[in-house]
């Protein structure tokens, strides 16, 4: 059975840095896609990035392009999300996904495993 289990979530100010991590095990990942989703309260799950875990190639949201950085530790079966310059409206849970996705990959229903959550608060 797929697990992941997130971690490095926490308080930071506006414009500080945070790395989330994604512990992934229960099989090989070959072909898997993993993403990164958040959200907050009130709000509906909305995409962050995802990378293709063979080929490394990624996708960002606009809200994150160029302040957020995915990446994959395949001995370790990890995978991280590097998150700087951050904005009080980065606060949410965030959320490691897993899923043998073909097509684009931006949407929660094309992923069939899901971490805990961990939380990140920005404050202003």
């Known amino acids: 059975q797929v697990q992941l289990v997130e971690s490095g979530g926490g308080l930071v100010q506006a414009g500080g840095s945070l790395r989330l991590s994604c512990a992934a095990s229960?099989?090989?990942?070959?072909?898997?896609?993993m993403g990164w989703f958040r959200q907050a309260p009130g709000e509906e799950r909305e995409f962050v990035c995802r990378?293709?875990?063979?080929?490394?190639?990624?996708l960002y949201a606009d809200s994150v392009k160029g302040r957020f950085t995915i990446s994959r530790d395949v001995a370790q079966n990890t995978v991280y999300l590097q998150m700087n310059s951050l904005k009080p409206e980065d606060t949410a849970v965030y959320y490691c996904?897993?899923?043998?996705?073909?097509?684009?990959?931006?949407?929660?229903?094309?992923?069939?495993?899901w971490g805990q959550g961990t939380q990140v608060t920005v404050s202003s």
């Open positions: 990378i293709r875990w063979s080929a490394g190639s990624t």
């Open positions: 996904a897993a899923g043998l996705v073909v097509g684009v990959a931006k949407d929660p229903d094309d992923f069939g495993f």
């Open positions: 229960g099989r090989t990942f070959s072909g898997y896609t």
